[in-house]
């Protein structure tokens, strides 16, 4: 007999293979139409995660300095929430959230994803400050009084699917709601950005098409936006902080806020 899985069990299977290293996905997140050419190797892997990651946490860092500094920060509501932590390689600015007081909640369907965050936490240092929640985003949402004052979801929109996407922007967006006299909420979303990877381009000294997603969908900033506002009922600002090139995809590091 062949097990009928609950969309959420078959979520949590997805993610784990996703994330496990083994025979079929030696190279866990890379490029699939790069891994299928043949082009991903161990060499090249380790140093565009880690380029990945580097690129996150200095621009993380910068915006953490520069809220801290803001008025109202000492007395705010000082969490962050992180949504989708994958292999957590580019979650090293946590050590920079946990020095300002900060408390950092992770949540991620998967057992695996969780797993690596927590362990990315405990060489850190930073586990006591720490809570990972193993659970889908839209089952675990609820509105409370006291939003998180920083959300990072990082390639996440682009694994939603279209229906989700909309649903979970509406919620991102009511996150923005800002109590008065606490610096502004702020979310950001590093998100490949479909104007910047619908031409062809040569990566390695290699001309490559342009890229072919597994199963990420590139949304447009408009569009994120677009739902971000109807979630908070109001005018949402959208920045562009920085793009870095993993491989050959190009990503984009969204900044959204409450519109002053
Ligand atoms: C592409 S990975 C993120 C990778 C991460 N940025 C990194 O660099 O390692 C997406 C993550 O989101 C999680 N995820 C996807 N859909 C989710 C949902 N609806 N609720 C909670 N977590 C979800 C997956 O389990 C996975 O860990």
Redesign the pocket.
């Known amino acids: 007999m062949v097990p009928i899985l609950l969309p959420l069990q078959e ?2 299977l997805h ?1 784990a293979k ?2 496990t290293l083994s025979e079929k996905n030696p190279y866990p ?1 890379a490029p699939s139409d790069l891994v299928k050419m043949g082009l991903v190797t161990a060499e090249n892997y380790l140093a565009q ?1 880690l380029l ?2 580097q690129f ?1 946490t200095s621009t993380m860092e910068r915006e953490l300095l520069q809220l801290s500094a803001e008025p109202g920060f000492a007395n705010a509501h000082k969490e962050v929430q992180v ?9 090293y600015w946590l050590q920079k959230a946990a020095e300002l007081g900060m408390t950092l909640t992770v ?4 057992g ?2 969780c797993a ?1 965050a927590r362990m990315l936490g405990e060489r850190l240092g930073i586990d006591s400050q720490m809570e990972c929640l193993e ?5 675990g949402w609820a509105q409370s009084e006291e939003t998180p004052l920083v959300t990072y979801a ?3 929109i ?3 699917s279209i229906r ?1 996407m909309r649903r ?1 922007m509406k919620c991102f967006g009511s996150l923005l709601r800002t109590p008065e006299d606490e610096p502004r909420r702020r979310l950001y979303l ?1 998100h490949p950005l479909p104007e910047d990877n619908d031409t062809p381009r040569s990566w390695n000294n290699i001309q490559l098409p342009a890229p072919k997603w597994g199963d990420s969908l590139l949304y447009k900033a408009e569009d994120c936006l677009k739902y971000a506002r109807c979630g908070l009922n109001g005018n949402v600002e959208l920045d562009i902080l920085g793009k870095h090139d993993y491989f050959h995809q190009k990503y984009s590091f969204l900044r959204l806020m409450p519109g002053k």
Do not use: M, P
């Not at 659970?135 to 089952?139: A, C, D, I, P, V």
């Open positions: 979520l949590r993610w996703k994330l997140l995660n990945f990651g996150c949504i989708g932590a994958g292999l957590a390689r580019d979650l949540r991620d369907v998967s695996v994803a690596n659970g889908e985003f839209e089952n990082s390639q996440f682009q694994v939603q989700k979970i590093v």
